[in-house]
């Protein structure tokens, strides 16, 4: 059996993608500071799961430079991380969050994806439905063949989106990292392949 071509990223974009209460889409240069509103409204909540969030924009510059790094990014042959930013469908300025496809692996054709909310945006079922819709578009333009989550052990809100999507639980790693101010923690990683997905639902086998 021949090995498929390395995974590239589709044209056109494909973006944005619509949810009920969401769009899914690229974060331009003109909405730099409600993504760095956004950002500095969520950061102390995401700090104790997200190392990331820890060196996040603190200046509208920072943010910038952000979004144009990660508009260069688009442009590689193999981009490595897609970030996208979650949209207010009745207010198409005010950013909720974020998600996109990180850690991508061409040869693969493997991507995991990530999901944050601003925390008035929480408890309502919206990560649920905009990371749904997003792996749907992830199997059915993107391309991809597997798509997994990764999540903090301790992180109940981010593994209950794996678990009410009916992402497959592939493995809990005991201390697996260290994080500032919390100490070794554990790691749960969740995946599901193309041929698994239910497209109309956006939901996977163990749904």
């Keep these: ?7 590239r990223p589709p044209e056109p974009f494909p973006t944005p993608l619509e949810t009920p209460r969401a769009i899914v889409d690229v974060h331009r240069e003109e909405g730099a500071a409600a993504f760095l509103a956004s950002f500095l409204a969520s950061r102390a909540t995401l700090m104790p799961w997200m190392p990331w969030a820890a060196s996040g924009p603190t200046t509208e510059a ?16 193999h981009p490595e991380n897609i970030p996208l930013g979650i949209f207010d469908r009745s207010a198409p300025r005010q950013v909720l969050g974020g998600t996109g496809f990180v850690r991508i692996e061409a040869e693969r054709a493997k991507a995991e994806v990530g999901y944050w909310l601003r925390p008035e ?5 919206l990560c649920t439905e905009v990371v749904g819709r997003l792996v749907t578009s992830g199997f059915e333009t993107w391309g991809f063949r597997r798509i997994t989550i990764g999540c903090d052990g301790a ?7 794996a678990e009410r999507l009916g992402f497959r639980r592939e493995g809990h790693e005991i201390s697996a990292r260290w994080l500032d101010g919390r100490g070794w923690c ?9 041929d698994e997905w239910d497209t109309r639902s956006h939901r996977g086998p163990a749904a």
Excluded: C, K, T, Y
């Design 1 to 7: 059996m021949d090995r498929p071509p390395a995974w």
């Design 62 to 77: 920072e943010a910038l430079a952000l979004i144009r790094s990660a508009a260069r990014e688009r442009g590689f042959a």
């Design 121 to 125: 945006a929480r408890g309502q079922g």
């Design 155 to 161: 992180n109940r809100p981010s593994l209950g989106v």
């Design 186 to 194: 554990d790691h749960v990683g969740f995946a599901v392949l193309a």
